[in-house]
């Protein structure tokens, strides 16, 4: 295909013409389609289905050191529930406490206590005229959404093919004693995909902070969201607890992991790790908070999970299903938009999304032009902070959800918008 | 008996002499019991066990409406949950928030929440130099642990008969826009399970606060937790929704309450109600904190007890199991206490508490003495904020989670515990 950047102005109008065309005959068929959320579908739901059942009456509601689940109690989750955590925190199990259904409250709450309570002795964050957060970009946006509801500056750092911009956060982190964190989803990324290298890791734990009470928000939501079984084999991340203990900053992190892109979504197990004298002094506060997650479900996913091996296997099953669907997004963008110059995508061997770059000032008006022809994308802005994506390109693409049809009609959809607002963008030039 | 009272020292002496060979006695059976929290007993939570497996498969996994509990969403709770929840709450069912386990954990929030942003636009608690909560006592020692961590001042008020002594209440809310809440546990109050009287209802809502975000935090942890039929029939406490409504002070109150001693202590659902400005701003702050509660218990637990009736004979069943147990710490208090003129006991219609109080000074050394015999006890001074019972004579007894026969054994242990201590306070005199 020919580059619309090398197009004249007479051929990208008679080419917007033709796609022009093309959106209408799509918008004729009142498509309704969602793109939106990294949600899993209806058939990786059903893989752990088989778990709403695996306790059976009144004698197996007990843990295996024989304490029953169905009562008060153990604060930081029952054994087994522990063990399962460590395979996904990468750490010794009791380094593990056991929270509920969303490792976002845990975040959540990490940062709050902090607000409030300060970390091991610092002064508590509220107490400072403003705080400040590295947050590389294109990231997570409902980790922008905590930061923004405190009040937190967010510092946009760019997330290259190994890791955040090394150079530039050393050197934020090293300036203001303001700056308190950065977010860090180190494996398959959310939206690009990228891990972290072994030198991205080791800089983050050695680098020189203003403030010693800085700390690395780890969340490992995709640990072990492998595409491939050769993905589930090779991709591996430096762990950050061993990198921190090794440079002398052991209380720098806190992680975070869930089972919620393992089981079930709405109805999961969350868990944190972090160092000795942070994990103490979090177990003090959340005394005040509560009594214990839901032991019955710690017992439900135990069981069902109970090992690393157990738990690649079930992988295996959601790669079986996601794989088809992420293959679809290559060939369908590579189909519709390569060598037209005009956008470029990640191709993750993980995780959850595909990261789309479009022409700049495109990406709002793709997405406009998505959801009057029926198709629900990710908002425009949301992998930035405030919401506001300053080149206006970056777009989520949540392929998990719909179906292998349902997402072959929005991928041709969306293609059709990406070319449209390109060439919409070229004209006015 | 002859009240030790009215006994000379030496009669005092050689009734201690006799007491404390009972109590060597008993030290020598090398008991294990345990009296301390309120927990349910193994037959209580064996009610709620078919919910277990209430939920078969696939095709089980939805609410009326087609929401895939399994998945991400619904910030508020499935329809299904929250008419369940209302039951509780006493409001309509669009009026509620479905949490967690916990609806200890909804209280911390909820304070974290006024602590970090005000209501409705006062100005962040945390601002104050310093805020004052009052505290009915004797109280329940979860709800003053959260004050006490985030610096609140406690300030306690009696509880009598019909609820906090109201002259004293109003005085203080009037005096001070510092004071920005009170605790109440309305119908069968921890420990003393005293109902709130509709004056007290109507007065909390009506009274002067010096605090325009003044907030009632009205537990109602026991609200269908009758001992008896009879019990479940008369007992009512006024809404306190209504009362404010009707006072003009809409906005004053936030109601929770939970299937913890319902269903499963560990894994139950709890809720929160309040105005519609009041929902809509705790909708909007806790949007960055969660996607949705844990929505499979929700359906679980709508299931199992989808109405009201349903609640109420289950219920029931609970006070079944309860009903001899509360008997029996009635039976062995007047067996070995009454006329003594050293101890006066709560004889509650509904609850899990029997509120003690033994002479002025003798708290400590009774559950010390209790714990040397291997009874555990709550411990003295959890019932007043601070963990220090100025008095030092109220203990909370808690019968409801040892067998009938392990109860017997401890009440024994008790009171046998409760003489010698008056004993040696009226010796030492």
């Given at each position: 295909m020919r580059a619309y950047t090398d197009m004249t102005q007479e051929e990208i109008r008679s080419e917007l013409d033709k796609v022009q065309g093309e959106y209408e005959a799509i918008c004729a068929k009142e498509l309704t389609l969602d793109m939106a959320r990294g949600k899993p579908s209806a058939a990786q739901l059903d893989l752990s289905?088989?778990?709403?059942?695996i306790l059976q009456g009144?004698?197996?509601?007990?843990?295996?050191?024989?304490?029953?689940?169905?009562?008060?109690?153990v604060l930081d989750g029952i054994d087994e529930a522990k063990r399962m955590m460590a395979c996904l925190l990468d750490?010794?199990?009791?380094d593990v406490i056991v929270f509920g259904n969303a490792s976002l409250t845990v975040m959540h709450d990490t940062i709050v206590r902090a607000m409030d309570f300060g970390c091991?002795?610092?002064?508590?964050?509220?107490?400072?005229e403003r705080i400040k957060w590295i947050c590389p970009v294109p990231g997570y946006d409902r980790h922008f959404a905590i930061l923004e509801q405190f009040g937190i500056e967010m510092i946009p750092v760019a997330l290259g093919d190994d890791g955040p911009d090394m150079d530039e956060v050393e050197s934020i982190a090293a300036g203001d004693d303001a700056v308190k964190g950065i977010w860090c989803?180190?494996?398959?990324?959310?939206?690009?995909g990228i891990i972290y290298s072994d030198e991205t890791v080791r800089r983050l734990a050695t680098m020189k902070c203003a403030a010693r009470d800085f700390r690395i928000?780890?969340?490992?939501?995709?640990?072990?969201?492998?595409?491939?079984e050769e993905a589930a084999k090779l991709d591996r991340v430096l762990d950050i607890a061993l990198a921190c203990e090794e440079a002398g900053s052991p209380n720098r992190f806190f992680k975070f992991a869930s089972t919620s892109k393992i089981?079930?979504?709405?109805?999961g197990v969350s868990g944190f790790s972090a160092s000795a004298e942070n994990l103490a002094e979090t177990k003090r506060l959340i005394g005040a908070q509560m009594i214990g997650a839901d032991k019955l479900n710690q017992l439900r996913h135990a069981r069902f999970l109970p090992d690393m091996d157990a738990i690649g296997a079930h992988m295996a099953k959601h790669a079986e299903i996601l794989r088809p669907k992420f293959t679809l997004v290559q060939e369908k963008l590579d189909e519709g938009l390569?060598?037209?110059?005009?956008a470029k995508w990640t191709n993750p061997r993980g995780g959850y999304f595909v990261s789309f770059d479009g022409l700049e000032g495109t990406a709002k008006r793709t997405i406009q032009l998505a959801r009057e022809a029926g198709v629900t994308l990710t908002?425009?802005?949301?992998?930035?902070p405030y919401g506001t994506?300053?080149?206006d390109s970056n777009i989520r693409i949540a392929p998990?959800?719909?179906t292998l049809s349902d997402l072959e009609a929005a991928l041709e959809v969306f293609v059709c918008c990406v070319k449209m607002a390109a060439l919409e963008k070229l004209t006015r030039q």
């Open positions: 289905t088989p778990m709403l059942s009144a004698n197996d509601c007990f843990s295996k050191n024989g304490t029953d689940c169905r009562n008060y109690g750490c010794p199990s009791e091991l002795g610092s002064k508590p964050w509220s107490e400072y989803v180190p494996k398959y990324s959310n939206p690009s928000f780890w969340d490992n939501a995709y640990c072990v969201h492998s595409l491939s089981t079930f979504p709405g109805a390569s060598g037209l110059e005009i908002g425009a802005g949301a992998t930035w994506d300053p080149h998990t959800m719909p």
